[in-house]
């Protein structure tokens, strides 16, 4: 008994000796950094896997469920950390070595509870791996590191020769996952599909040396307050960014104890768990229909624009939709037991909780509505004296247990339910909202519900003049000055270039929603005629119905964002597209196939700007450019605006201004984006970022936005220059 306890460990202990060598010998290479991290995750993750007894169906899947449960681990020890030394006494919990201590002790811990027997590390390596799989792994292993060359290259203006060639091997390598998803093993397409997502996020996180996109400059604010606090406790403010663990406590605890700069655990690390979405949709799409379209709806989630484009710049939601994914897997694994999936059910919705407060409220919403839903569908079925269902994989434990933690979490430990009770106070002052005001049908008013009005610069000045009447505070100049500078274009105007596909883009988007919504219909209408249960055609059809709701309601449109709302909802939606497209092939098989590619290639295309448009990752020039690439000009004007500047001091930017201010300094409130002469206080500190220097400037104001030109002259004429570079300029 006891040889076999240290057969069945002797790997937990040799990885217990590298991690704490490579802790002592810590050298500066990215290699031996990253093997930090990977030990940081695998060993309490693989233990406590192990020592739990849980095993999925499918080796990608226990891959995944190791790896969240490392991640939920060394936010739980970091977050538990700092509680403990504010008791004990004013100590650095952020350090080194007692974070290092805790995660070690966790993993003998549960490397000693584990069965005799099985080998929690070893069980990770799959049983079998033939040459041409092992082969191919390694080669589309490479291709997330030529996207970050690619992004480099861009940075530095070296060409985009790289980047379409990248760009080139994604779109084959979707193509050939969906033309021979027959005769490929599910394990196969399921790295293909990692490694092209990882490609693709790269192409956006590594653009610009420092953080590309807009929540994650104040993401990146709450890590650095948490890193140099040394710990982290519960924000007495509410604010919901210090209260999310994935933010705080795992990037400075990653960060601590790799050695890894937090500028490269947010732009390499985080994407790491966003590009195991799609593969973790196509194991959950596989266990009910056939291969090509658990492919097809796998892919779909990356060709979306907001996949890459949106999620790389929002690190708690790549967090987030990765326990959601997880999620969905470990909750209708039929090979568990019951009792064994309602517990590593709520560990993963408890994971899920403390990462990301809105995916969890929406994730709530949904299992309860599915919950009640599908009694209520027994309960027919049971009277009408149709065959049973079966019982629920959503239990009602964990229905109430996740409730039970968000409202702990979120309403009693952190205090940052205002979210939730925002809403609410919006609903019982105009309800729901279903005719979002606006011109134009009421189709046209209902699409673009919650999508910010673009006005022309003449009537945004007037809009801003209007709405800065209700600052009593403000000391603007007077009208006798400011109406000789009337709004204008900008001199060098942002345009599009409009093609053949960018045609058919609104089409192809409306054939998708068709497709899922008859496909929803279909398998809750005529569920015993598919291999679909009937748990997932109501869980499908609350989604259809909570994403119609979130994209009509102009209350709930002014709290979610409707673009990330259509990326966790399609991993639910992922079985109807699925189920349409198997349905397709069963008509027309090349056909079907022909339309698939067809489709995946438009979209592709679209969002990443290979036809029409002006792409991040594909031009140092366009809006998103302007917008979100941050320059160590920008940076430079902003940290010295922030020495100069009073605490209390008035500073005026544009829109995306804002982003150079949390990049450079610790301030984390929002400045005033209304760069008009009319709307600017006398006394008032001035940025202009590159884009502004260069003529445009972007502004909003009560969700009505435009681009302008620079009042450059206005600026020059009534303000001081006190600091100047050749793309950014700080008046007074």
Wanted: proline content about 5%; aromatic content about 10%.
């Amino acid at each position: 008994m006891h040889q076999g306890w240290w057969i069945t460990r002797w790997s937990t202990l040799v990885l217990v000796v590298l991690f704490v060598a490579a802790l002592a010998t810590r050298s500066d290479l990215v290699l031996s950094r990253l093997a930090l991290v990977a030990l940081l995750i695998v060993l309490p993750g693989a233990t406590v896997v192990g020592a739990a007894r849980i095993r999925l169906s499918s080796h990608a899947a226990q891959l995944a469920l190791v790896a969240g449960t490392g991640v939920a681990v060394v936010m739980a020890w970091s977050a538990l950390a700092g509680a403990l030394v504010a008791i004990v006494g004013n100590y650095r919990a952020f350090a080194t070595a007692p974070l290092a201590i805790g995660i070690i002790v966790i993993s003998l811990v549960a490397a000693a509870a584990c069965p005799r027997g099985i080998d929690p590390v070893l069980a990770l390596v799959p049983s079998s791996v033939v040459r041409p799989s092992y082969v191919s792994a390694i080669g589309f292993a490479m291709l997330p590191v030529l996207g970050l060359v690619a992004a480099e290259r861009l940075n530095n203006r070296l060409g985009t020769m790289v980047t379409y060639v990248v760009l080139a091997i994604v779109a084959a390598s979707v193509v050939a996952a969906v033309v021979w998803a027959e005769r490929w093993s599910i394990g196969r397409i399921q790295w293909v599909l990692y490694s092209v997502a990882l490609t693709v996020v790269y192409l956006y996180s590594f653009r610009s040396n420092h953080l590309y996109g807009f929540d994650i400059q104040q993401e990146f604010q709450r890590f650095n307050f948490a890193s140099n606090t040394g710990r982290w406790l519960p924000p007495k403010n509410g604010d919901p960014y210090s209260a999310m663990l994935s933010i705080t406590a795992l990037p400075v605890a990653v960060s601590k104890v790799s050695g890894l700069s937090g500028l490269a655990v947010f732009k390499g690390c985080y994407p790491l768990l966003l590009a195991a979405v799609p593969a973790l949709v196509l194991g959950f799409v596989r266990r009910w229909l056939p291969a090509r379209g658990a492919v097809v709806a796998a892919a779909y989630i990356i060709v979306l624009a907001q996949f890459a484009g949106q999620l790389s710049a929002i690190t708690r939601q790549q967090v987030g939709f990765f326990y959601l994914a997880l999620l969905l897997i470990v909750l209708f694994d039929a090979g568990l037991a019951r009792t064994a999936r309602t517990v590593t059910s709520l560990f993963v919705l408890g994971a899920l909780v403390v990462s990301h407060y809105t995916t969890s409220y929406l994730v709530m919403q949904t299992l309860l509505a599915t919950a009640v839903g599908y009694w209520v569908v027994r309960k027919v079925r049971t009277i009408r004296g149709a065959e049973s269902s079966g019982p629920p994989f959503i239990s009602g434990i964990v229905v109430l247990g996740g409730i039970a933690m968000v409202v702990l979490w979120d309403g009693v430990i952190t205090r940052t339910a205002k979210n939730v009770t925002g809403v609410s106070t919006a609903f019982a002052n105009r309800g729901p909202s279903l005719l979002p005001s606006g011109n134009g049908s009421l189709l046209s008013r209902w699409i673009n519900a919650g999508v910010s009005k673009t006005l022309d610069p003449s009537a945004f000045y007037q809009v801003a003049k209007e709405a800065s009447t209700k600052e009593h505070w403000l000391n603007p100049y007077p009208t006798s000055i400011t109406s000789a500078y009337p709004a204008a274009a900008p001199a060098s105007p942002i345009t599009s270039v409009h093609g053949i596909i960018t045609s058919v883009l609104p089409l192809v988007a409306q054939l998708i929603l068709v497709a899922i919504v008859v496909g929803t219909a279909i398998i809750l209408l005529r569920n015993r005629r598919t291999p679909v249960p009937l748990e997932v055609a109501v869980l499908a059809s609350v989604t259809v119905a909570l994403i119609g709701l979130i994209r009509i309601s102009g209350t709930l449109a002014e709290f979610y964002n409707q673009d990330r709302a259509q990326v966790q909802a399609a991993m639910v939606l992922s079985v109807p597209l699925a189920y349409v497209v198997i349905w397709l092939e069963t008509k027309v098989r090349a056909a079907a196939v022909a339309i698939a590619v067809f489709v995946l290639l438009v979209l592709f295309a679209s969002s990443f700007g290979l036809v029409g448009g002006q792409s991040p990752v594909l031009t140092n020039a366009g809006r998103a450019y302007d917008n979100f690439y941050i320059t160590d000009q920008d940076v430079a004007a902003a940290g010295w605006l922030d020495r100069h500047a009073t605490t209390t001091g008035l500073i005026w930017s544009d829109r995306y201004g804002t982003l150079r201010i949390w990049a450079g300094t610790p301030r984390a409130a929002t400045n005033h984006q209304d760069l008009t002469p009319a709307t600017i206080d006398q006394g008032s500190w001035v940025l202009l970022t590159g884009a502004n220097v260069a003529g445009r400037s972007y502004g909003q104001v009560e969700n009505q936005g435009s681009t302008f030109a620079t009042p450059t002259n206005f600026l020059q004429d009534n303000k001081n220059r006190v600091y100047s570079s050749p793309n950014a300029q700080v008046y007074r």
